[in-house]
């Protein structure tokens, strides 16, 4: 076939079929991303029509070929008329921004969180997860699955994300470039903020803290001016290093409200979530921690398998999750920590990773011995 009869057939097929313009459309968008599944999954949410049809037609006009890796591909020669060509038909990016507000509008939290986690997790995903698996299976634990396939359908729909897979890469991706992103990430951080402003948790645990430092200060106020001399410091500098609270704030990483505090020698970070993630504990980057969650995330029972290829592994890495009056899990002691778990109505900590495979067999609690100051 000569390059012009090429560029014409496809053209004709295009311009004559709209069915065929939007498969050719996600060629645009999808690169070299074009199994069946990516082309079947996208095409289907934006027409909800099936795709093979078009495919086949594509075929037999020898337009396309199936390449080594399953994907389909222009016939071999042609690649730069078929890319400028179809380039005319590519989906333009939804208003994502319009998005966001409606889903804050309508309360819609799975919708929330699958745009929190497209925004944070790369498409390469992390820790032998795909980015996709990560997604699934994160958005279906705090939800369920039909909440992730609604809210997956939604986002394509509205041309917000793409969907494309090839050998072990598969991946959701959001339409727009990093720079076009910015207002949207603004817009989410901005309503994180007005949750904190709102939270009667995080009140009441800024509380607490305070208080923890407090206690910390006033046990060396009748010699801290002499101790201050010979650390060569200030009075005021000294009770920092003696007690110390950051306050809270939101993170524009994990859009966690987090601190960080010192009492004595103690150090630990403190991050408030409603939904606690396992891409987000394996992202995590500062320790020791205290998650302060309002439910026991599902995952915690699988925490082997959750950080089976992770690095650092999670014996090294000093994790607790409490759900504050209900009850606490960690990996590691701290006189700090477990005072702040006993101010939180925790009576106990128990192990992890092992404490859920126990309670679900009724052998009892592992209590952790209050460490000595």
Known sequence: MFPDEFK??????AETDEDIRTLLGLFAVLKSYTTEESLAKNFTALTGKDCRDPLRVLKRWEILKVGANDEYLCLSGYEDIFNETIAAYAPQPGDLQHFLERALAEGDLAALKMLELLVKIG????????QYELLRRDLSSIFSSSAFRRVEEQFIKERSAL??????????????????LEPVKQRFY?????QLAASPMVTQLEKMLKEQVADARRGIRDYRT????QAGMSAEEFEDTVGYFSGFDVDDTSFFFTSNMIVGKDKLYVAVTDQLSSFDILDWKDYPVLFVLEETPKWLGDMNNVFANAYPKLKDRKIALVVPGRV???????????DLVERLGVDELKELPRALKQDETAVGSQVRPRPES
């Open 190 to 194: 901005a309503w994180k903020q007005e």
């Open 328 to 338: 606490g899990y960690a990996n590691y002691e701290q006189r700090l920590l477990s």
């Open 123 to 130: 498409k390469l995903g992390i820790c032998g997860f795909s």
């Open 163 to 180: 969907y494309g897979k090839r050998r072990d890469t598969e991946f959701l991706a959001l339409f727009l470039s990093e720079s076009d």
């Open 226 to 229: 002499n101790l201050a001399t």
């Open 8 to 13: 014409d057939t496809l053209v004709r097929l």
